[in-house]
């Protein structure tokens, strides 16, 4: 009888504890939206599995917890961005370049989300820069000022009351190219322009 319940008691432990690591991993992936990403270009980070019925459970819970709208592959690409160029945390208190140009799909925009996964609460109504409304050079490149104030920048995502903040990318109706081989999309790239005097 004594083998019998420990022999229980083990089970039960065992579950116990399985339990508590499963809900911890998720916790931990849901909390860190970085873990969305299965492939990895300069910091921008996606899933291939966004959108899909192969989706995993933790997939589906991270698209679930940020908002995300995940249509089908064929109709959207979807990556993000926590990092800057030296892979230090995108903040507030800091103010970015964001540069890029073409990308290969019919539209794409770059939304700013505040560290609770919403958009910054600010009154500024400047969350995103978009192929339709950007301003660009002759070149036809773009550069976008992401920061608490729009200095004399053309193209401006306000940071104010973002603290760590995150970007997202979406590109809808992708080239075939850009479905099938990611590492061929020019991802925009990021330059720190300056930081707050409490910066890392």
């Known amino acids: 009888r004594d083998a019998e319940m420990k022999r229980a008691l083990l089970v039960v432990l065992a579950l116990i504890i399985g339990a508590a690591f499963g809900v911890g991993s998720g916790f931990v992936v849901l909390d860190n939206g970085q873990l969305l990403g299965r492939t990895n270009h300069d910091y921008w980070f996606g899933n291939r599995n966004a959108g899909s019925v192969a989706a995993d459970p933790y997939t589906r819970g991270i698209v679930a917890k940020i908002g995300l709208l995940a249509l089908n592959r064929s109709e959207s690409n979807y990556f993000h961005r926590y990092k800057d160029e030296n892979g230090l945390q995108l903040r507030e208190g800091c103010a970015y370049e964001l540069t890029g140009g073409d990308l290969p799909t019919r539209w794409w925009s770059i939304t700013a989300y505040a560290d609770d996964d919403f958009l910054p609460v600010n009154g500024q109504r400047a969350f995103s820069a ?11 490149r773009w550069v976008v000022r992401m920061a608490a104030d729009r200095a004399d920048a053309a193209n401006w995502i306000s940071t104010e009351n973002a603290g760590d903040f995150s970007l997202a990318l979406r590109m809808y109706n992708p080239d075939e190219s850009a479905r099938a081989d990611e590492s061929t999309i020019a991802f925009p790239t990021i330059r720190t322009i300056t930081c707050g005097e409490d910066a890392p």
């Open 130 to 140: 978009d192929a339709t409304q950007m301003v660009r050079g002759e070149d036809g």
